[in-house]
């Protein structure tokens, strides 16, 4: 197999974890997944198989979390559905600039719950949801401290998660 960066090969294969900041949040691990070395330019690829059905399983495990969603999370989910800031606003009924205050990393503003909620259904429409947190979601501050740490594997039937005490 030669590289895609320089064309030039063979490129060495293993199996490492990777943080997948890439999705737009810092809180998602993949373990196991496939990594390319080439030994001629350094360059490093990351095989990540179904991309779009990682991105549904990494959805739905935000969507179903007990705790209030953290910016980046509505963010991601926002964008998941496909929806612009201006499109999602107007879908929900609030100016564009209560959405960029929700995504806000330096100052947000908290979703309301009604609203959160709302947002969760929407990624569960995907797919029928069989399941929604039993754990009341608590009306507190969003603390970047309690985000909960998300982890994800590639197997042979496509993604799955891995749930960690």
Known sequence: MNCIACGKGPVEVRRE????VECGLDTVTLQNLEVRHCRECGETEWVTPDVEGLHALIANVVASKPERLLPQEIRFLRKYLGHS?????QTIGVR???VSRWESAEDPQQMDLS????????????????????????????KHSAARKFRFTAGPTGWKSVHRA
Do not use: C, G, I, W
Not at 85 to 89: D, H, I, L, P, V
């Open 96 to 98: 564009s600039e209560t």
């Open 85 to 89: 800031t201006k499109n999602f606003s």
């Open 17 to 20: 974890n990777h943080r997948y």
């Open 115 to 142: 609203t959160e909620r709302f947002l969760r259904l929407m990624v569960f429409h995907e797919r029928p949801a069989n399941h929604y947190p039993q754990a009341r979601l608590e009306d507190t501050a969003v």
